[in-house]
């Protein structure tokens, strides 16, 4: 079954370094996302991607961050200068209509 | 952030009987409804979900009731087994040009053998 993939799944960093989070959505999928959890919270919305370029984004998803498309295949998530505060699980997720979303195992990002 | 609500944090069920899982949500602009079920350290994994234009859908033993006058979902699990134990998540989907998810906060499952 086609799923959604995520590398690393844990990624530990000093605040104020650049960490690029990767992802192999499904294959004949359209519509791409990342997602967030800080531990205890919510699942949210960061940004979602159509099209090969950034169809909506949430107020987190700021400056600091910014999603690419390099090729056919990968979907990647950068946050330039890290913060104590980006530390949650990020899972992208992706999508054959705008629906159902499919998503990742997840990277747990951890800034020190 | 309050836009859809899972007020019971915990439910215990035993083998072989129902589980409902409720949601309430606030805007009547949402227009597609999901259900995901969660295990610690992974992705959110998709159920089941309903259209706005329905109040029934059924895969297997999940099905999803959708009451748009009452702005509440609920997912019932028949019968329910020990490996269903998990968080589950409603979603919905914001309507109009969006296309989003905007999770609950979850409910977790314990199915009793």
């Known amino acids: 079954e086609p799923e959604v993939t995520q590398t690393p799944s844990h990624q530990v960093t000093q605040m104020g370094q650049e960490v690029i989070l990767r992802c192999v959505p499904i294959s004949n999928h359209l519509y791409f996302y990342w997602y967030r959890q800080i531990l205890g919270q919510k699942v949210e919305f960061l940004v979602s991607f159509y099209n090969n370029e950034i169809s909506e984004k949430s107020e987190i998803f700021d400056d600091q961050f910014s999603v690419e498309r390099p090729d056919g295949s990968n979907f990647t998530l950068k946050i330039r200068s890290t913060k104590l505060e980006d530390s949650a699980m990020y899972f992208c997720a992706s999508s054959l209509r705008a629906a159902e979303a499919f998503f990742g195992q997840g990277t747990r990002l951890t800034v020190v | 952030d309050q836009q859809v609500k899972q007020n019971s944090p915990s439910l215990s069920v035993q083998e072989g009987r129902i589980s409902i899982l409720n949601c309430d949500y606030t805007n009547s602009m949402f227009d597609y409804f999901l259900w995901y079920k969660k295990y610690p350290a992974e992705g959110p994994t998709f159920l089941i979900s309903?259209?706005?234009?329905?109040d029934k859908n059924e895969d297997g033993r999940f099905t999803v009731f959708l009451n748009k006058s009452a702005k509440h979902l609920s997912l019932h699990i028949v019968p329910s087994q020990p490996g269903d134990s998990a968080v589950y998540f409603c979603?919905?989907?914001?309507?109009?040009?969006?296309?989003?998810?905007?999770f609950g906060t979850g409910t977790l499952l314990a199915v009793q053998p």
């Open positions: 979603a919905v989907r914001g309507g109009g040009a969006t296309n989003k998810l905007i």
């Open positions: 309903i259209s706005s234009i329905k």
